[in-house]
């Protein structure tokens, strides 16, 4: 089971730290995923980490901003959003999947967590 926190309202050019949690799940044996979905819009990937190699990808929207990271003592992934535009408004979705070279697709993950809101105003 995965849950997301660490949504709120910031102002365009802040900065949120989303986190991820397990619970049941080792995520050392999986490639966690960050996608965001927007009111009326479809799931978007935003950034994957693989568990195997340790590479990190990103969408091109937010590479650059964007900062996927893991604790495995905390059985916790991380995501640090830099620079934030009221386009990044979306809920975020963590997700963990078997693979570790296709993680930019929905159907690459297994498990979903339920979303955290972020609201970035202009």
């Known amino acids: 089971q995965l849950q997301a926190s660490g949504g709120g309202l910031v102002q365009a050019g802040g900065s949120l730290r989303l986190s991820c949690a397990a619970s049941g799940l080792n995520l050392n044996i999986y490639t966690m995923g960050w996608f965001r979905q927007a009111p009326g819009r479809e799931r978007d990937f935003v950034a994957a980490?693989?568990?195997?190699?340790?590479?990190?990808k990103y969408g091109d929207s937010v590479s650059g901003r964007f900062t996927i990271s893991k604790d495995s003592a905390k059985n916790a992934v991380y995501l640090h959003m830099n620079s934030l535009e009221p386009e990044d408004t979306a809920v975020y979705y963590c997700a963990a999947g078997p693979y570790d070279t296709r993680w930019s697709e929905k159907r690459d993950y297994d498990y979903w967590g339920q979303g955290t809101q972020v609201t970035v105003s202009s």
């Open positions: 980490l693989s568990y195997r190699t340790h590479k990190k």
